[in-house]
């Protein structure tokens, strides 16, 4: 993995900008790192190498007609091997994410249905299919994001609601490659540029695509990811949902290779809240992350649990350096 020193401050800049919108051109680019567009270029071919960045799409799943978002920990009895594992998730419509961990779940599973007679079809056939490796499923609702995002595998545009075989096409190019030029997006499609420009352009506006963005797969430190319920009391909404807002604002670095904070999730089930927390060490990751919250929340009884992320074994981590306060996203009405 490459160390973060490693990266200069005008690599810096041009990973925040492909955070924010992966398709700036070159010359954008240039400007912000204050370089010649070729250099520009050899800097972006580098921060791919270095990092194994992905160009992808942040989509927005209610938009898209996914009634049932699911976050699932599994904990096996004995565990599977990797080559087993994405054999088995390879080809499954459901599961968006699936990524191998170590601590107090072995894995963890985005999944995405359209229907819920679908969804628990899936769950139920999950736990049947790895019954021989004696799992225990966690799963909690995946609710609404406060910051950061969950990629989505290239087969998600085939469950979208109210759009053609060509914007579906569209969408998994694009999720494929969010820097594919309308161009070759037309020639691959036999479709006027022009037209796949609009298309792109309306899918925007209503807010199916919500961001062109990145996801960086060969971090430098540690992912940590946690789950935690927790006791209400009449303080909870007014005091502690505001602390973790600011606190997930904050950075400990300017800037950053990758957020601090990646993603944050409020769910409903088993756990009421997910996060994942990024360090160039592991102490890093837990300090900003469990550490911090198990303070925060020591008088409302809270029950954390939490795992290092290892690998994917389907889908993509959701990494990137996106800034948290602008697009840091509130569900309670408090100042």
Known sequence: MVEEFDLTNREKLILKELSAYSRTSLARLATLANCSPAKANKLLNRLVDKLGIRFTLEVNMDKMGFEEKHLIMVKFGKKPNESFLIDFFKNDLYSQNVYMAKGGFD???????????????????????????????YPSSYVQVHLGYMPMNDNFAEFVKGIDSKDKQILKLLNENSRISYRDIGKKLGINEDTIRYRVFRLSKEGVIERF???????????????????????????????????????????????????????????????????????????FGVKWYSHLLRNNNPHITRAIILKPVKG???????????YYKYMWNIK
Do not use: M
């Open 107 to 137: 894995l963890f599973i985005f999944a995405a249905a359209d229907t819920s007679d679908n969804y628990i079809q899936w769950e139920t056939n999950l736990a049947s299919n790895l019954s021989e490796y004696l799992p225990e499923l």
């Open 213 to 287: 963005t990145i996801a960086i797969q060969d971090p430098p430190g540690f992912l940590v990811t946690f789950l935690t319920r927790y006791r209400f009391n009449k303080n909870t909404v007014g005091e502690l949902f505001p602390a973790i807002r600011k606190h997930n604002q904050s950075e400990i670095e300017t800037p950053p290779l990758i957020n601090a904070t990646p993603l944050v999730a409020v769910l409903s089930g088993s756990s009421r809240l997910c996060v994942f927390n990024y360090g160039r060490t592991l102490d890093d990751a837990l300090n």
């Open 316 to 326: 993509l981590l959701p990494l990137r350096n996106l800034d948290p306060k602008r």
